[in-house]
């Protein structure tokens, strides 16, 4: 069809094409309804008959099409994260984490020395493994973000080889 549109009808092929497009829709729906859209105005024009008069909003034209032609635009599917990578970071998260608060331990507090004696500190590996809370909480600090940095390197290299992979 070769026929001149005017600027409202161009802006309004337009706002329906973008509007199939953000719907999902295909390139060859998005044709073909503007091929009808088309033909409407054409067909209106031969009867003296403003194509408008009977249109909706862009939004609301695709709506109505959408159920009169019970059309249903195909979307994309996620690409989903296997579960078994959830169970893989935090077995790597929580060995990590231990490691590093040993690590910490052994190197940076007198807790495993035979010298250090103070009966009423409660040595624990998770949180407390000196008796100063500031050196508590920063040996905490850098195991945590060792852990999740180690974390998130592991479960990111293993997600990269599977996807090669399949």
């Given at each position: 069809?070769?026929m ?23 390139k ?8 009808q ?22 939004a609301?034209?695709?709506?109505e099409?959408c ?59 998770l ?40």
């Amino acid at each position: 069809m070769g026929m001149e549109l005017t600027e409202k009808e161009k802006m309004y092929l337009d706002d329906i094409s973008r509007e199939l497009i953000t719907r999902k829709a295909k390139k060859e729906q998005v044709l073909f309804i503007k091929q009808q859209l088309l033909e409407h105005i054409e067909e209106s024009r031969l009867h003296g008959i403003d194509p408008f008069d009977d249109l909706e909003t862009p939004a609301e034209f695709v709506t109505e099409y959408c159920e009169l032609n019970e059309v249903q635009f195909v979307s994309p599917q996620k690409a989903s994260f296997p579960k078994s990578y959830y169970f893989i970071g935090l077995f790597s998260f929580t060995v990590t984490y231990l490691l590093s608060q040993l690590i910490l331990t052994m190197c940076l507090t007198q807790t495993f020395s035979p010298a250090y004696q103070h009966t009423n500190f409660n040595y624990n590996l998770l949180y407390s493994i000196s008796d100063n809370l500031w050196w508590n909480s920063m040996l905490i600090s850098i195991s945590l973000i060792s852990a999740a940095a180690i974390t998130s390197l592991t479960v990111l290299s293993i997600y990269r080889k599977g996807k090669f992979i399949s």
